[in-house]
């Protein structure tokens, strides 16, 4: 069975940066699509970035923020990178897996950006 677990989210000042971390366990194939998606109060939920398991990254161009998506595949772990937070970067970021035949998602983990 397959898990998606996220981590490192928190409250940030605006102006600071965190770092997202998507860790996948379980049987999973050799090709896999990994995406960032946040949804933020009273907003659907959109995507962010994502990354191949080569390692070829994609991002909303919409966005205004800074990011920056990494994958470890030693440890199965995906990063989001967010720097020069600001407040409407508020939301719940969510880790998505996406193999040719099913969709895993993790809990989500909350980012406030507050000062």
């Known amino acids: 069975q397959v898990q998606v677990v996220e981590s490192g989210g928190g409250l940030a000042q605006p102006g600071e940066s965190l770092r997202l971390s998507c860790t996948t366990s379980?049987?999973?194939?050799?090709?896999?699509?990994t995406g960032w998606y946040r949804q933020a109060p009273g907003k659907e939920r959109e995507l962010v970035s994502t990354?191949?398991?080569?390692?070829?990254?994609n991002y909303t161009s919409t966005l205004t923020h800074r990011f920056t998506i990494g994958r470890d595949s030693a440890t199965n772990t995906v990063s989001l990178y967010m720097d020069n937070l600001k407040p409407e970067a508020t939301a719940v970021y969510s880790c998505?897996?996406?193999?040719?035949?099913?969709?895993?998602w993790g809990p989500g983990t909350q980012v406030t950006v507050s000062s």
């Open positions: 998505n897996v996406q193999t040719a035949t099913q969709s895993y």
């Open positions: 990354i191949t398991t080569r390692h070829t990254a």
């Open positions: 379980g049987n999973m194939p050799r090709d896999f699509l």
